[in-house]
């Protein structure tokens, strides 16, 4: 359902090119959706075109996006801003991508094509962008205090059991 942002990559590095907008959650990839709690929030977003030092096309990307994700503790939704930035180093041929990421493991690296989808690499990095456990710093509600409570704490158990023993 995203629309798409597509750039001839080559070109926009060779030229210098410079995109910066804003794309709301909810125009975004249902693949997206799957893993927020809402659509709520949207993504601003800077693209620029380079060569780098190596005079190799290169995209250097900027992603800050603000997002609803679900609370692994109390599973309410809670706000996560999500900050993404990096290069991508374009080649056009395989085998020199190839050599040059045996050099260079920290490279990315991709096989420019004819058109390269922005939104796509967008809705990638908010997702690669998530914590694995997104957890409020203290989730304050009642039902979780009260299960916490209720518990016994295991190293008191364990102190009862070693006195009883001795």
């Known amino acids: 359902m995203s629309n798409p942002i597509l750039i001839d990559p080559l070109a926009f590095a060779r030229d210098g090119g410079l995109l910066e907008s804003e794309t709301p959650v ?3 990839n249902v693949r997206v959706h799957e893993v927020l709690a809402s659509t709520a929030g949207a993504a601003r977003f800077t693209v620029s075109g380079f060569s780098d030092r190596l005079r190799r096309p290169s995209l250097r990307y900027r992603v800050v996006a603000n ?8 599973l309410a939704a809670m706000p996560l801003e999500v900050v993404s930035e990096g290069v ?13 990421v045996n050099v ?3 490279l990315d ?5 004819e058109t390269f989808d922005v939104t796509a690499l967008i809705e990638d990095e ?5 914590p694995l456990s ?3 710093d203290d989730c304050g509600t009642e039902h979780l205090e009260r ?3 209720d518990k016994p704490n295991p190293f008191a158990v364990l102190a009862t059991l070693k006195k009883s023993g001795s």
């Open 126 to 130: 908010i997702i690669m962008g998530l």
């Open 26 to 28: 909810a125009a975004m």
């Open 104 to 106: 260079d493991d920290e």
């Open 88 to 100: 991508i180093t374009l080649f056009v041929s395989e085998a020199k991508l190839e050599a040059a």
């Open 147 to 149: 299960a916490k409570a």
């Open 134 to 136: 997104p957890k409020h």
């Open 67 to 74: 997002v609803e994700v679900n609370c692994q503790r109390c």
């Open 109 to 113: 690296a991709i096989l420019a094509e």
